[in-house]
């Protein structure tokens, strides 16, 4: 099993560029999430979704748009990207099994945006 | 809602040495807890979760957190560092169930020195 499939890697943008950044997962989750890390700040999360179908915001929504496009897969969008996006972004996804409830990361895309 | 608060972004032992990584959470409802691992250039890699079984719990590579409700915390302790635990080390919460949002604290990153 891959696990959870993020890509791009690294992309470099220019401020105004638009991309989406693409998320799949092979373990039948039904929760995705979205996440930027920044030194100092931790993981902060963008967007979720808790099954197919929803998305909600989370703590650092702005600039960001999201799809749920099936179960598998999650995608993160930037209409006009700017500097302040740049960051190195997870995706994750989880099981709604109780007992079960650890996050599962993608290797991350390290996004820069100048 | 949930927060997580790491006390002290970074934290330096000896080789052989106690670790002990503080951990507050808050929550609105019986809380998930979980600490996670990142190594350099990676994704994040589960070390222990609770969910309201135990309150000691033990993971991998020899770390255990205790959860005390009364003192909302759940720190991360390992009886004696080795240098292979230097890396950056992430707690989070989530209400019960695998549907909710999961939220990080900021990190510590440890150093480990001979």
């Known amino acids: 099993n891959a696990g959870v499939t993020q890509t791009p890697k690294f992309q470099v943008l220019k401020t105004g560029q638009s991309m989406t950044l693409q998320c799949a997962q092979d373990?039948?989750?039904?929760?995705m999430y979205w996440y930027r890390q920044d030194p100092g700040m931790g993981l902060r999360l963008i967007y979720y979704?808790?099954?197919?179908?929803?998305?909600d915001k989370g703590e650092v929504p702005n600039g960001y748009n999201v799809s749920r496009l099936n179960k598998r897969e999650f995608s993160l969008r930037l209409e006009s990207a700017a500097p302040s996006q740049t960051s190195v972004y997870f995706c994750a996804s989880r099981t709604i099994r109780p007992r079960d409830p650890e996050a599962f990361f993608g290797q991350g895309t390290r996004l820069t945006v100048v | 809602a949930q927060s997580v608060t790491q006390l002290g972004s970074h934290v330096s032992v000896s080789e052989g040495a106690l670790v002990l990584l503080r951990c507050n959470y808050s929550?609105?409802?019986?809380?998930?807890l979980f600490w996670y691992v990142q190594y350099p250039n990676q994704g994040l890699q589960l070390l222990l979760k609770y969910t309201s079984a135990a309150t000691l719990v033990k993971g991998i590579n020899g770390f255990e957190a205790e959860f005390k409700k009364s003192e909302t915390s759940f720190h991360l302790t390992k009886p004696s560092a080795h240098m292979s635990d230097a890396a950056e080390y992430f707690c989070?919460?989530?209400?019960?169930?695998?549907?909710?949002?999961?939220?990080f604290g900021a990190g510590t990153r440890l150093a480990v020195h001979p």
């Open positions: 979704s808790a099954s197919e179908g929803t998305t």
């Open positions: 373990m039948n989750h039904n929760s």
């Open positions: 929550s609105s409802v019986p809380p998930y």
């Open positions: 989070a919460v989530s209400g019960p169930g695998g549907y909710n949002k999961l939220i």
